[in-house]
Nanobody, 123 residues
Framework: VQLQASGGGLVQTGDSLRLSCAAS????????IGWFRQGPGKEREFVAAIDWSGGSTTYATSVRGRATISRDIAKNTVYLQMNSLKPEDTAVYHC?????????????????WGQGTQVTVSS
């Protein structure tokens, strides 16, 4: 499974961004997709996840209410809509795929990782 994350950029506090994660490869549509981020000097942390059908989602407390994860099955793409962005959202955002753990918040359950897209929020 190959994952391509895109949509990052430089924005101001309060702005919105939509990140995309395009999946390809054998059985890629059967995988749950999670978003993780790693800010400068910080450990990687969970952001949001969605199961293969789009029927189950999980969010980190830090983004709940500001983020929406969704899935376009026809395009085999997962989106992360981030609103009301804050400087603390600044990070490299990675998408990852797992086949068995559903909308998991644990990075150890993910089997494949994309290369990441940079999000920078200026104050």
């Amino acid at each position: 499974v190959q994952l391509q994350a895109s949509g990052g950029g430089l924005v101001q506090t309060g702005d919105s961004l939509r990140l995309s994660c395009a999946a390809s490869g054998r059985m890629s549509s059967s995988y749950a997709i999670g978003w993780f981020r790693q800010g400068p000097g910080k450990e990687r942390e969970f952001v949001a996840a969605i199961d293969w059908s789009g029927g189950s989602t999980t969010y980190a407390t830090s983004v709940r209410g500001r983020a929406t994860i969704s899935r376009d099955i026809a395009k085999n793409t997962v989106y992360l809509q981030m609103n009301s962005l804050k400087p603390e959202d600044t990070a490299v955002y990675h998408c990852a795929a797992n086949l068995w753990a559903g909308a998991s918040d644990s990075e150890g359950t993910y089997d494949y990782w994309g290369q990441g897209t940079q999000v920078t929020v200026s104050s």
